[in-house]
């Protein structure tokens, strides 16, 4: 009912009470945060911003850092990508992401998220990893050659 449909075909009577169109029609911001709590839906997705908080990171270091498969990771940056949470800049043949910091501030409660997780011992360790990762100097250059 109703949130698959495009704006215009909101047909029903239930369907204009439950989607009023003020709210719907502003910007698209309903269906952004949408896409966002989708995108935050994810373990591995929380994962990965805990470990951008901060940070800029190419796939093979969160491939690293997670203990995941490369595939797998990129198809979880595409959907971060896709809800616009984080940003990516392309250096040669690495493509390194990073937190849209602008979204952080039009969505506060995503920074109170970041902020919430930092505490938990789950993500505390994959920070942890991250420091161990850099003082290991593991960066994609040696993977490669």
Same mark, same amino acid.
């Given at each position: 009912?109703?949130?698959?449909?495009?704006?215009g075909?909101?047909a029903?009577?239930?369907?204009?009470l439950?989607?009023?169109?003020?709210?719907?029609?502003?910007?698209g911001?309903i269906?952004?945060?949408?896409?966002?709590?989708?995108?935050?839906?994810?373990?591995?997705?929380?994962?990965?911003?805990?470990?951008?908080?901060?940070?800029?990171?190419?796939?093979?270091?969160?491939?690293?850092?997670l203990?995941?498969?490369q595939?797998?990771i @990129?198809?979880?940056?595409?959907?971060?990508?896709?809800?616009?949470?984080?940003? @990516?800049?392309?250096?040669?043949?690495w493509?390194?992401y990073?937190?849209?910091?602008?979204?952080?501030?039009?969505?506060?409660?995503?920074?109170?998220?970041?902020?919430?997780?930092?505490?938990?011992?789950?993500?505390?360790?994959?920070?942890?990893k991250?420091?161990?990762?850099?003082?290991?100097?593991s960066?994609?250059n040696?993977k490669? @050659?």
């Amino acid at each position: 009912m109703g949130i698959c449909k495009p704006i215009g075909l909101l047909a029903t009577k239930q369907e204009r009470l439950f989607f009023p169109a003020k709210l719907i029609i502003r910007g698209g911001l309903i269906m952004d945060k949408i896409k966002i709590l989708k995108a935050l839906s994810d373990n591995t997705r929380l994962s990965i911003l805990n470990l951008l908080n901060g940070e800029k990171l190419c796939v093979c270091e969160i491939e690293a850092i997670l203990d995941n498969t490369q595939s797998n990771i @990129s198809r979880h940056l595409a959907k971060l990508k896709e809800a616009d949470l984080i940003l @990516s800049t392309k250096y040669a043949q690495w493509v390194h992401y990073e937190l849209n910091y602008e979204l952080l501030q039009k969505h506060q409660f995503i920074k109170i998220l970041l902020e919430e997780i930092k505490d938990d011992d789950y993500y505390r360790t994959q920070i942890e990893k991250i420091e161990k990762y850099k003082i290991e100097d593991s960066k994609c250059n040696d993977k490669v @050659s």
